[in-house]
């Protein structure tokens, strides 16, 4: 009778999935299941690892996330993208902006995951220079029709004062979303005009979507 051939490292894969799917009640619990991936030979699991990055910067630990992030040898673009996001999420911005760097010399093109958080670390620095070569890309690869992606350089150019720059590009966001809304609205509060903040909310009122308590 021939038997079914079996697949060690398939069924490891699934046993720590199921184990990584049910949580983690500590960071040291965290840290248990990440040692038993490597002891199961799956150090080149990035579906694995990417589940270990974004639960790691749950427990805001990105000194543990770099670490494990730098350890693996083809990291890609969705593990880059988990990183850059939990820096921003943990307040990493020259982090953030330093990663983002280090992707792009790799050789990897940022996609409508990446430029949202990258944007928003840019914002954050006020780092316009560099936003502006993100924007540049946003354009070329076709990811200026993504909403997301469009709200995050309304938030730069607002942020770093460029209001007309912020407008132009808010204009052009087809389906605009409270977010959008927001992101405008607090760039002209930003530069003291409130009268044109006012103008923008009784528009976003009429659009009859719902502001939330930032708007």
Same mark, same amino acid.
């Given at each position: @009778?021939?038997?079914?051939?079996?697949?060690?490292?398939?069924?490891?894969?699934?046993?720590?999935?199921?184990?990584?799917?049910?949580?983690?009640? *500590?960071?040291?619990?965290?840290?248990?299941?990440?040692?038993?991936?490597?002891?199961?030979?799956?150090?080149?699991?990035?579906?694995?690892?990417?589940? #270990?990055?974004?639960?790691?910067?749950?427990?805001?630990?990105?000194? !543990?996330?770099?670490?494990?992030?730098?350890?693996?040898?083809?990291?890609?673009?969705?593990?880059?993208?988990? @990183? #850059?996001?939990?820096?921003?999420?943990? +307040?990493?911005?020259?982090?953030?902006?330093?990663? !983002?760097?280090? @992707?792009?010399?790799?050789?990897?093109?940022?996609?409508?995951?990446?430029?949202?958080?990258?944007?928003?670390?840019?914002?954050?620095?006020?780092?316009?220079?560099?936003?502006?070569? #993100?924007?540049?890309?946003?354009?070329?690869?076709?990811? +200026?029709? $993504?909403?997301?992606?469009?709200? %995050?350089?309304?938030?730069? !150019? /607002?942020?770093?004062?460029?209001?007309? $720059?912020?407008?132009?590009?808010?204009? $052009?966001?087809?389906?605009?979303?409270?977010? %959008?809304?927001?992101?405008?609205? *607090?760039?002209?509060?930003?530069?003291?005009?409130?009268?044109? /903040? #006012?103008? @923008?909310?009784?528009?976003?009122?009429?659009?009859?979507?719902?502001?939330?308590? +930032?708007?």
């Amino acid at each position: @009778m021939l038997r079914r051939p079996t697949y060690p490292s398939m069924s490891k894969g699934l046993e720590i999935k199921k184990l990584i799917l049910q949580g983690f009640n *500590s960071f040291r619990h965290l840290k248990h299941v990440h040692a038993h991936i490597l002891r199961l030979g799956l150090c080149h699991d990035n579906y694995l690892l990417n589940m #270990i990055l974004r639960y790691s910067f749950d427990f805001s630990d990105t000194n !543990y996330t770099r670490l494990v992030f730098h350890q693996i040898k083809q990291p890609n673009i969705f593990l880059w993208n988990t @990183m #850059i996001r939990g820096l921003v999420s943990n +307040d990493c911005f020259d982090d953030a902006v330093q990663l !983002y760097s280090l @992707m792009r010399s790799e050789g990897f093109l940022p996609n409508n995951f990446t430029f949202p958080f990258v944007l928003k670390a840019c914002a954050r620095l006020l780092d316009l220079q560099l936003g502006v070569k #993100i924007h540049t890309l946003v354009v070329k690869g076709g990811f +200026d029709y $993504d909403v997301f992606v469009k709200t %995050s350089l309304v938030w730069l !150019y /607002a942020k770093c004062g460029f209001l007309e $720059d912020a407008h132009k590009v808010f204009g $052009d966001i087809p389906e605009k979303n409270v977010v %959008s809304w927001t992101a405008i609205i *607090s760039g002209y509060i930003g530069v003291g005009k409130s009268r044109e /903040a #006012i103008d @923008m909310f009784r528009r976003l009122l009429e659009t009859n979507l719902v502001p939330d308590r +930032d708007s």
